[in-house]
């Protein structure tokens, strides 16, 4: 890993800040819940917006037509053209009542 500094002190690495969002997102076909990962001065809709052809997802469970789990999955790459909707939620582990 490689540190660098401005003239003004700024840090500069090669490692990404992100903070885990839980969100649930519904896709062309199924409907998950699980944490997006943003950048800690952006928002979901900016992580949405990104270039790149897969969302990761982590802590993942995707959802049958009747609620019931079908499986979870420590990580779940989603293809960002099939993302119908993101509602991001409070979970019960992050102090919500969700």
Do not use: C
């Given at each position: 890993?490689?540190?660098?500094?401005?003239?003004?002190?700024?840090?500069?690495?090669?490692?990404?800040?992100?903070?885990?969002?839980?969100?649930t997102?519904?896709?062309?076909?199924?409907?998950?819940?699980?944490?997006?990962?943003?950048?800690?001065?952006?928002?979901?809709?900016?992580?949405?917006?990104?270039?790149?052809?897969?969302?990761?997802?982590?802590?993942?469970?995707v959802?049958?037509?009747?609620?019931?789990?079908?499986?979870?999955?420590?990580?779940?790459?989603?293809?960002?053209?099939?993302?119908?909707?993101?509602?991001?939620?409070?979970?019960?582990?992050?102090?919500?009542?969700?």
């Amino acid at each position: 890993m490689t540190i660098e500094y401005d003239e003004k002190g700024k840090i500069f690495t090669e490692i990404i800040s992100k903070e885990p969002v839980y969100a649930t997102i519904q896709t062309t076909s199924h409907l998950m819940r699980g944490y997006i990962h943003v950048r800690r001065d952006q928002r979901i809709k900016d992580e949405l917006d990104q270039h790149e052809n897969f969302l990761a997802l982590t802590d993942v469970t995707v959802l049958g037509e009747d609620g019931q789990p079908l499986f979870q999955s420590p990580f779940l790459a989603v293809k960002r053209d099939h993302i119908v909707w993101v509602l991001p939620e409070e979970h019960k582990d992050d102090g919500g009542n969700a």
